[in-house]
């Protein structure tokens, strides 16, 4: 039986997944509307990239370190697709914009290493037992 503190320590990983996906989902939408440039957002790439995608990553973390031992499928979940999601991108783009993955940025590598880190934590969770 949950006590109520694991109950708010689920509810607070929950929630914190949500907005790291919407953080990471409106990077993405952003920069695919930009294209390099100025996209709906009024700012630059590295702008985009400090606010949006570094929140989202440490959200994704403070996620997944609030809720270590507790089961949810929601926060599992967006663990894993959000990770997926944030290396994948990142990845894809560096390949588009650079034509080739042999001309990766170390900054661009990172951000593609701790967002399968990010799945890879997600996993972690599936398989954990309780």
């Known amino acids: 039986m ?18 790291a996906m919407a953080l990471v989902l409106t990077y993405i939408t952003d920069a695919a509307v930009g294209q390099g440039k100025e996209g709906f957002l009024p700012m630059n790439a590295v702008q985009r990239g ?12 403070l996620s997944f370190g609030i809720g270590i031992r507790q089961k949810s499928k929601v926060t599992t979940i967006l663990l894993i697709a959000g990770g997926a999601i944030t290396g994948t991108s990142v ?3 560096v390949a588009i914009a650079k034509g080739g993955l042999t001309a990766i940025q170390s900054s661009f590598l990172a951000v593609v290493i701790v967002g399968y880190i990010i799945m890879g934590l997600g996993i972690l969770r599936l398989v954990q037992k309780k």
């Open 50 to 61: 400090m606010i949006f995608g570094a929140s989202s990553i440490i959200l994704f973390f």
């Open 2 to 19: 949950y006590s109520q503190e694991n109950v708010r320590r689920q509810k607070i990983s929950e929630v914190l997944a949500i907005v």
């Open 91 to 93: 990845l894809g783009a």
